[in-house]
């Protein structure tokens, strides 16, 4: 039924008459004799493509009704009931419902889609979309999807260089016209490529962007990379030489997205749903920036733990290759099922075999082309991580078998709920290599020692506390984006770790008199910092 009246919109609409960056579901549709016959539908084609989108939209918000098959079923219930962690503590083995770790981690609102095969093979939603106006998550509901737009945008920036609009190896500003990158001796007389900006490599700043509120006046992309206000962040410069090393760079996005729009000649998003979203299938996806009123009544609120709800429902992200991409798990599985077909030489949709398979030569550290690569006891998947303020999200897909899931949350902190999530969904389908937790033997501190290692620990303008509460210590920091307190697990009298944090180790540090003086925090993907112990202490007891 959903396809049929998606045909009968499209028969209604021919080039020009609406915006095609409006995203209407979109399918092949010959059958333009539908109506297009009718005299009438001169005067009233609008009206009536506005009904039938009603129509459309109100059977997709029912999808989280949607019942599979008694064995698909099954599956589901066995992925709810079986989120794990990446470590299991003293030979325990914890497994947890996703209500009671979204309860948990007080996350608003969840959706999931499972590739099995090749195949999307279920769909759904959890929780509130919008808790105030007592919308539910289905699986049409849309989220920000925050770094994975880059993923996206990557397979966009490939397609020019089969087109040979663009060169993989070339100086940059080759192709830059209306702007160029301003080399200075940071670069040591190197160029830039667009293969270092997609892949991290190319030396440049600005890890990411935090957004614009709703009502806040929106920088040009000119102004985004040479750091002229309204924009927030600094100018897109050289921080060393390219080709060197790994260092994650949105502000290197940001020039591809330049680099498509003079080559092309025309907009953007534009580029991007004529050229990736609407052959992949991706119909109810877009890059619009700020997204179009239309898809409004789809969007998830975005939710943060400090503040409740983000100001205006969400952020605006002019930032759009990097962080502009609004889409949900279903229409993203398409993007991964094309990747995994494509390497397996069964699909050009939009990129060739050829090309496909280049983006997992890795490029640096664990970056291909677009995508990080994960090497799992033999098996290879490939993965990517977003977050806007108010949502994350997380993808994972295979290179052999067709497997793979994405999962998007529209809260800023917890990510940790989705790793366990896609560990759920790797244990009962069966990744080969994939759900490998690591066993960790851990030590009690006596509790009359526990005040010995409790106070506030600062650096910079960050500060991080360390309580007791009963027998336990807990840590938590002001620029965590884990909202709650965390349990200390002691491997030494002064090395811990923290579940929700990764398996970097945290460590006390003591002088000749044993006095514990500062604390050495490693967070994942970031360089180890030193905090130093103050003699007074704040208080985050709001957190348990």
């Not at 030396?203 to 992309?221: E, K, M, S």
């Not at 749903?273 to 299938?281: D, M, Q, R």
Request: proline residues 5%.
């Amino acid at each position: 039924m959903l396809a049929v009246l998606n045909r009968m919109i499209l028969a209604c609409d021919k080039p020009g008459i609406l915006d095609h960056r409006a995203n209407i579901i979109l399918f092949t549709a010959p059958a333009r004799a539908y109506f297009c016959h009718f005299n009438y539908m001169r005067h009233y084609k609008k009206i009536i493509i506005l009904l039938l989108q009603c129509v459309v939209l109100m059977a997709y918000g029912q999808q989280h009704h949607l019942k599979y098959s008694k064995a698909v079923e099954e599956n589901i219930k066995s992925v709810e009931n079986s989120l794990a962690g990446w470590v299991n503590i003293d030979d325990t083995s914890s497994v947890w419902n996703l209500q009671q770790r979204m309860s948990y981690y007080r996350v608003k609102g969840l959706s999931i889609a499972v590739i099995h095969h090749y195949r999307l093979a279920w769909a759904r939603g959890y929780g509130w979309a919008d808790q105030a106006a007592h919308r539910r998550v289905t699986p049409a509901t849309l989220f920000q999807a925050g770094s994975v737009s880059k993923s996206v945008n990557a397979m966009g920036m490939l397609k020019l260089v089969e087109e040979k609009k663009l060169g993989l190896d070339d100086d940059i500003n080759h192709y830059l016209k209306s702007w160029k990158f301003p080399y200075d001796s940071v670069s040591r007389g190197k160029i830039i490529t667009l293969q270092e900006l997609l892949a991290h490599n190319a030396g440049l700043n600005v890890h990411g962007f935090p957004g614009y509120a709703a009502d806040a006046p929106l920088p040009t992309i000119y102004q985004v990379l040479n750091g002229e206000k309204p924009a927030v962040t600094p100018t897109i410069r050289s921080l060393e030489e390219p080709g060197t090393r790994y260092r994650y760079s949105g502000g290197g996005t940001m020039i591809t997205q330049l680099m498509a729009m003079d080559v092309t000649g025309i907009p953007y998003a534009q580029y991007m749903w004529e050229n990736v979203l609407k052959p992949l299938g991706m119909y109810r996806s877009s890059y619009a920036q700020p997204p179009l009123p239309a898809k409004q009544a789809q969007e998830a609120i975005a939710y943060i733990w400090s503040n409740g709800q983000v100001k205006g429902g969400h952020n605006i992200y002019p930032e759009q290759a990097a962080a502009g991409l609004w889409t949900n798990p279903s229409d993203l599985a398409k993007y991964i099922i094309e990747t995994e077909l494509a390497y397996s030489g069964k699909s050009a949709k939009v990129l060739s075999p050829a090309m496909t398979r280049s983006r997992f030569k890795i490029v640096a550290d664990t970056a291909g082309t677009g995508l990080f690569i994960t090497k799992k006891k033999g098996a290879i998947y490939f993965n990517h991580s977003g977050s806007d303020l108010g949502f994350k999200t997380l993808f994972y897909g295979s290179l052999k078998g067709g497997d793979g899931v994405v999962i998007m949350i529209n809260s800023s902190e917890n990510a940790r709920l989705m790793y366990e999530v896609a560990n759920s969904v790797a244990r009962v389908y069966h990744w080969p290599g994939f759900y490998a937790p690591e066993h960790r033997r851990t030590i009690k501190i006596p509790v009359d020692s526990l005040d010995r290692y409790t106070g506030s620990y600062v650096q910079g303008g960050d500060t991080l506390s360390i309580q007791r509460k009963g027998s336990l210590l807990y840590y938590a920091a002001n620029f965590s984006d884990v909202d709650h307190f965390e349990v200390l697990h002691f491997l030494t009298h002064t090395r811990f770790f923290l579940y929700e944090d990764g398996p970097r180790p945290f460590d006390f540090n003591r002088d000749a008199r044993g006095v514990i003086q500062s604390l050495t925090i490693r967070l994942p993907d970031q360089p180890e910092r030193l905090f130093t112990r103050q003699a007074k202490t704040v208080d985050f007891t709001n957190r348990f």
